[in-house]
């Protein structure tokens, strides 16, 4: 579990985690960052496309949120 925790986490929305939920359940407009240490990714991508699989990952994960809270759902 430790080494799942520092050296394997999943990008946004690839993991278990309802992040929507909770994300949903803080005021709009916080400051995000996103950690997503994945190791076993580090020699199959560039750290660029890491940098872009993440954003792209938190961009679907915005984007969903905005859907719900427009739709009272958040």
């Known amino acids: 579990m430790i080494h799942q925790?520092?050296?394997e986490q999943a990008f946004p929305g690839e993991g278990?985690?309802?992040l929507v939920a909770m994300l949903g359940a803080l005021p709009a407009?916080?400051?995000?960052?996103?950690?997503a240490p994945?190791?076993?990714?580090?020699?199959a991508l560039t750290p660029v496309e890491r940098a872009?699989?993440?954003r792209a990952a938190i961009d679907a994960l915005?984007?969903?949120?905005?859907?719900?809270?427009?739709e009272g759902r958040a």
Do not use: F, P, V, Y
Not at 38 to 43: R, V
Not at 62 to 70: E, G, K, P, S
């Open 16 to 18: 278990n985690l309802d």
């Open 62 to 70: 915005l984007a969903t949120l905005a859907q719900l809270r427009t």
């Open 29 to 35: 407009g916080l400051a995000l960052s996103l950690e």
């Open 5 to 7: 925790t520092r050296n």
């Open 52 to 54: 872009r699989h993440g």
């Open 38 to 43: 994945i190791q076993s990714l580090a020699t």
